[in-house]
Structures are given as structure tokens and as C-alpha cells.
DNA sequence: TTGTACGCGTTATCAT
DNA sequence: ATGATAACGCGTACAA
């Protein structure tokens, strides 16, 4: 057995009172009035004791478990995932919340069910995140369970979402270049049709729009998001003539590929051909020679967002005005691996 | 309002039986009899009404939370913590428990104060798993509360603790260097105070005395485990006459250094220098060119071994024989980045 | 100002 | 073969 187990009653027998003074006092509750002296004497008792409630008792008691479910897709998959457990779980920790955590996989929808039927049961809501920014329809199994979407966008229209700000962070990697004064700016970017993928697109044209810069359809390349398409597609765009100056990649691997690129056309980094990436993977953002200045996807704060949220749908009755989603910005990160272009070229 | 929350008493009235039979029925009490007839029609009525037990009701009466902690420090700076935790949680499905997640600050105050909440939860017993491998004096305020410690060795030894096998990895990993005719292998290296920089170095030593390579201190160089002491320390090996035929590098990330120090010597991996890195994180290990052979680190099986551990001690009253710690082996990943030496040079 | 007693939804004991 | 009822530990009307 673990502990002697001090409930509520050993307190008030310990402490020479009721039950109800030692609940009232230990939960301020208002409408019960107490002596200062009786207060005093039963939160000492108490703290002496090593009293904390019983949760289970008092979750049933209560009917709130005071948990929270953190369904994660994946979790293995990426570093990110932790950024977005981490900052739930400090918003979870504000209120007194705890977070239980189930991770499914993707395909497994069987898996799904009879996870959430155990769900069901003892959570007060429920987060879901995503491995990376998508659409998503999600099951009804989670009944009228209040739940935020994390890096995912609802396909519903019912539930709140929380995602990176894909535009605005393309934006703020295409203008840091234009700030250096590069005009000819190549786009290293990816195949796959996610939101990610459109959003970064729309934030790199729209930028050269707003500096008056030509569209030149030739220095955008897609290839697959990995680091080997990072390498391909930017020895395309950096054999284009006039060969641009500097290049927005759509993620870090691809431009660790692009790094490779540029060695092997002897192109220095950052004084021949400036680099920005996305997504702020440190290992390679930091671990690339020289180290790459990139875009940082907003996990802690996403995670913190839809925590929050769900708890003020939890709080509320009225959850309708509270479904809203929210796009959270994208801070640029700045290392080496950008400068001025060079003079000639 | 969340759900009808049905009962078991809403079975039972719907079933026309009473409380006791409809829970004898579904929870297989052995004792209890009941007429097939009986146990279909509850068992229908059950599910056509979507019953499940209150997980807090059962709880209390039960006195067993169902629920064990994981304290992890720093899921967020590593992607190996998401493995870990992914272990645990197969672990524990099995025996049908669930996972509630603390993150805990380096930072001792803060620490104890998890632990403590943590406990409130009345949580059955704690994982707790530390971001690298390292030695571990824990906290007492987890009193008799079953512990395994995850990627930690503890100090105390009263804790059971499961730990990769750094010495059979490093092994591995020279072994395939000799394997493949290298008899000349630098060792690139780290100079923080870990029972990884021990571990590893020693398996390098022990598998270059069983082939009958004699010592050469000049191939061993340390720096800081990161990218830059990883390029560092390689063009220090590499400078070494006659020059190595192959690098073992403390980490991946001292890998990729070492393809930059390769890169700028003007020398190819794998013809003219072969690599094997360890810890095997993806991102590093397929992004660089060529993709690096390394070591696989078992954070995945060192989760699921300490969850199973910590269900047999909680299953079990007398725990003492159960404290032995684990070690687990560390796989080779192959890749590209190892080859036969040239034959000249 | 404090104490008594009931209910939260289960499971387990003991009758019937 | 089935049913009534007592715990589990807490919070809180309601009574004193």
C-alpha cells in the first residue's frame, strides 16, 4: 500500500471539527463562515497530515474529472509534437488540469474507436494535433466532446483550430531577402497538396508583388519535401539564367538539400547565394555550415492557444461564439546564411 | 451537457434485471451465474446503449486510478521523447492503462512540485524519463510510489532503470567499419561527463583490441557533441598521418560535421572516407548526402520495457526481485556512408 | 458557526 | 440464477 491514506475525516477528527468546516475551509468556500483561528488551525492540521483530496472521489463527487485528453497523431514522428505537448500542458497546469495522452495512428481507425470510447468516459475535452498543417474531418466519434484541432484546419466548420500562419511566415522569409536587396529570388518548394504548401506559395508571390517584382515562373521548383528534393529542385532553379541571388526553400531539409546544391555549383553561403528555410528544425537549422536563418513554426504557442481555448469552452455554455480558429505567426529566425548579394553576378 | 450519461442502471432497468447482474455480466465475474439468455440480452442492451463504465466511479470503489504518470524532462528538445513515450503507450494499452503526462523543468524546485501533483493525481506508479542518458539521483518525495527510470541510471539503486547498451552500439558500429577492411578508424568524440561518452568510447577500444589494432591515441579526438565540435574534431583526425580510413562519430550531428571537415579535405564518403554516426536521428541521418549508417538508440523499447516493468511490480507485492535495471541493445541502421577503404592511400 | 446525512456510479458481499 | 445494499471519499444542502 502506498500512503496511510489521510482522508477528509482524519483532518476534522485531528483537527477537532466537522467534515464540512475542513471542506469549506480547504475549498474557500464563500457562503461558510469560519473562525480565523479554527481556519487556521485546520489548514495546519492539514498541511501537518500531508492531506491532499482524493481526486477520484472528488472528480466523482464533482462529475468533472479535471483531465484532458491530448490525442496526438504520431507523436514519434516529429520534434515538434513535443513543443505542442509542452505549451497545453502549461496552459493545462493554470487551471488545475492535467493532461492524458493518447496517440493514434493515422490509418487505424478501429484503434480510434475504442480509444475514445475509453475517452469518453473520464476527459472534459479534447485536443487534437496533427503532425503537420492539414485539412481534417474529423470522426464523430468524438460525440459532443468539446475539442480544438491543433495544426489542423476543421473541415466541419464546428470546431475551433489553431494553425501556423503559413503566408505571413513566407512573407516575413521573402522580405528578409528583399531587405538584403535580392531581386531575383528563387522558391525551392514541394509537391505535396497541403495547406502548407499553397500558404508558403501565396506569401512568396505576394511579397515580390508588393516590391514590383516580375513573376518568373522559372524559379519556382517543386519536388518532393525532402531533403534529396531540396537538392534537385534547387539545382534547377540555381541553373536558370540570370541565376538568382538568393533562395526561400519550403522547409529546412529541403534547404539542407539546397545547401548541397550550392557546394557543388561552388556557390558559397551566404555570399553568393543567400538561403532561408521553414520550420526552425534546430538540428539542421543550427547544424548546417552556415547555419541557416529560417522561419519558426508557432508549437508552443498553439498548443498553449487551443489548451486555453478548450478551457474557456469548458467554462462556458455557451461554446458557439467560442469556435472560431486562429492563425498564429511565424517569427523569423535569423543565423548565417543570409547577406547582401554580391556586387556583380 | 455532455452526454445522457448512461448508467448502469439504465442497462439494467432497459434489461429488466437488476444492477448486480448486469455488472457480474459484463465484467465476467467467475461466481456469478447467470442464464445465457440473460447474458445476451445485457450484453445487447449495453451496446445498443452505448454504455461504458464511469471511469471515476469505478475508480474509487476499485481504489486503482488506472492511471500512471510519465515525468519527462524536456519532451520538447528532443525528437527521442516522442519514442520513448510512444513505447509506453503500447505498453500500457495493454494492460488497459492510460498515460497522464507531466513535463518537468530541468529545474529542481520546479521538478518536486510536479512530482508532488503528479502523486495528487493518485497515480499508480511513475515513469520517469530524462532527456539523455545519465545518472539520476531521484527526488525521495516520490516515497514508495513504483518508479523505473527511462534512459537514466539510478543512484540509489533501489529504482529499477533501463538504459541503452552504449558500449554494444559503439561496437556495432566499429565492427562494421572492420568488417568492411577498415583497419585505420578515427573516433570523433565528445568531452561532456556522460555515461554515453564512456560507454561508446570503450566499445571503440574493446573492438579494436579483439581485432588486434594496436592504440592510437592521435585518431581520438573530442569536442563539444555538437555540429561544429563534430566538424572541428574530424578535421583534427583527418590531419593525422597516415590519415584514417574511416570516422566513428559520437553523434549524428558530430557526423555531419565530419562531412563538412570531409567535404572541405576534399575527400568523398564513402570512397574516400567511411562514417557511422549513432543515435540515428532521421532528420540528420537521411538528410545528409550521402545518408549516414549509424546507431539506433532503443527509446521506443526502452518506454515499452519500463511500462511493462513498472505493470509487473504493480502486480506484484513483493517488488525487490523486480528492481534489476535493463540494457538494451542499440541496432545498426545501414546506409550509404560506409564503404571499403581505397586500396591505396 | 458547525455537524449530519445524502448522493455521485461502481463493484462486492450477502441474501433470497 | 438474481437482487438489495453497503462501501469507496468527497462536497454540500440543510438542520442545529
Chains 1, 2 share one sequence.
Not at 18 to 40: G, K, P, Q, Y
Not at 277 to 297: H, K
Not at 331 to 345: G, Y
Request: include cysteine; charged fraction near 25%; glycine fraction near 8%.
Amino acid at each position: 500500500m502506498r500512503q496511510k491514506a489521510v482522508g477528509i475525516r482524519d483532518v476534522a477528527r485531528e483537527a477537532g471539527v466537522s467534515v464540512t468546516t475542513v471542506s469549506h475551509i480547504l475549498n474557500n468556500v464563500a457562503s461558510a463562515r469560519a473562525s480565523d483561528e479554527t481556519r487556521e488551525r485546520v489548514k495546519a492540521t492539514a498541511a501537518r497530515l500531508g492531506y491532499g483530496p482524493n481526486r477520484m472521489a472528488r472528480s466523482l463527487r464533482m462529475q468533472r474529472s479535471e483531465m484532458i485528453g491530448l490525442l496526438s497523431e504520431g507523436i514519434a514522428t516529429t520534434p515538434h509534437a513535443g513543443r505542442i505537448i509542452l505549451g497545453a500542458q502549461d496552459a493545462a497546469r493554470e487551471a488545475g488540469l492535467t493532461i492524458v495522452l493518447i496517440n493514434t495512428s493515422q490509418t487505424e481507425s478501429d484503434t480510434m474507436r475504442d480509444i475514445d470510447a475509453l475517452l469518453r468516459q473520464q476527459v472534459e475535452g479534447v485536443l487534437y494535433a496533427t503532425m503537420y498543417h492539414r485539412l481534417l474531418d474529423l470522426p464523430r466519434q468524438l460525440g459532443d466532446t468539446p475539442t480544438v484541432l491543433i495544426d489542423a484546419e476543421d473541415l466541419s466548420g464546428r470546431l475551433p483550430w489553431v494553425v501556423p500562419d503559413e503566408v505571413g511566415g513566407a512573407e516575413r522569409a521573402v522580405q528578409e531577402l528583399l531587405d538584403h536587396g535580392h531581386r531575383r529570388i528563387g522558391f525551392v518548394t514541394n509537391v505535396e497538396d497541403v495547406p502548407a504548401t499553397h500558404g508558403r506559395l501565396a506569401g512568396y508571390r505576394k511579397t515580390l508583388e508588393a516590391a514590383s517584382i516580375a513573376h518568373d515562373e522559372t524559379l519556382i521548383v517543386a519536388r518532393t519535401s525532402e531533403t534529396p528534393g531540396g537538392y534537385e529542385a534547387a539545382l534547377a532553379v540555381l541553373s536558370v539564367e540570370p541565376r538568382p541571388t538568393a533562395l526561400f526553400c519550403y522547409n529546412d531539409r529541403m534547404a539542407m538539400g539546397a545547401y548541397r546544391a550550392a557546394a557543388e555549383l561552388g556557390l558559397r553561403i551566404p555570399d553568393d547565394l543567400s538561403v532561408v528555410g521553414f520550420d526552425n528544425q534546430e538540428i539542421v537549422a543550427e547544424g548546417l555550415f552556415p547555419a541557416l536563418t529560417t522561419i519558426a513554426l508557432p508549437h508552443y504557442e498553439m498548443g498553449q492557444w487551443a489548451m486555453r481555448r478548450l478551457i474557456a469552452i469548458l467554462n462556458s455554455s455557451n461554446s458557439t461564439e467560442l469556435s472560431e480558429p486562429a492563425v498564429l505567426p511565424c517569427p523569423l529566425v535569423r543565423r548565417e546564411s543570409v547577406a547582401p548579394p554580391r556586387p556583380t553576378s
